[in-house]
């Protein structure tokens, strides 16, 4: 993994952190998409990566069955966390500064965007086969 890729996962981590805090989203909305859109992987990864981010203290049996299946890359996951908790701070200082109807028009906008995004896309990502953890080995780990 190059040094560009470690920073945009940091970077969606930062930004799903911030939006999180600042209008109560993040997995779905903004992790799923963009590891779909800015490094190309399948939903099923999207979602399994988000899920065990996000929702492993809680939705633990769901991550299970996306790790069982080779779905969730756990490198990807802890980059990704590295900037989600700075973004959670940062995004709660910045939304206990705005006026909640604003706030309310942020998420509609956001939420717009990433529709009109995933409605205009002209080629579905490509399935990615599973990462299958226990074949690796030395010589061929990624």
Request: proline share 6%.
């Amino acid at each position: 993994m190059d040094a560009s890729t470690i920073l945009l996962l940091i970077g969606i981590g930062l930004c799903a952190g911030v939006l999180g805090s600042l209008v109560g989203v993040g997995g779905g909305i903004v992790i799923v998409p963009a590891l779909m859109f800015f490094l190309g992987l399948s939903q099923l990864h999207a979602q399994g990566i988000s899920l065990a981010l996000i929702m492993l203290p809680v939705g633990f049996l769901g991550v299970w069955q996306y790790h069982q299946k080779g779905y969730v890359d756990m490198r990807l996951v802890g980059l990704i966390a590295i900037g989600f908790i700075a973004g959670s701070w940062i995004g709660s200082k910045i939304a206990m500064q705005i006026p909640v109807h604003v706030l309310k028009k942020l998420f509609a906008v956001l939420l717009s965007v990433v529709a009109l995004k995933l409605f205009l896309e002209k080629k579905p990502n490509t399935p990615q086969p599973p990462v299958n953890h226990q074949a690796q080995t030395p010589t061929n780990a990624r």
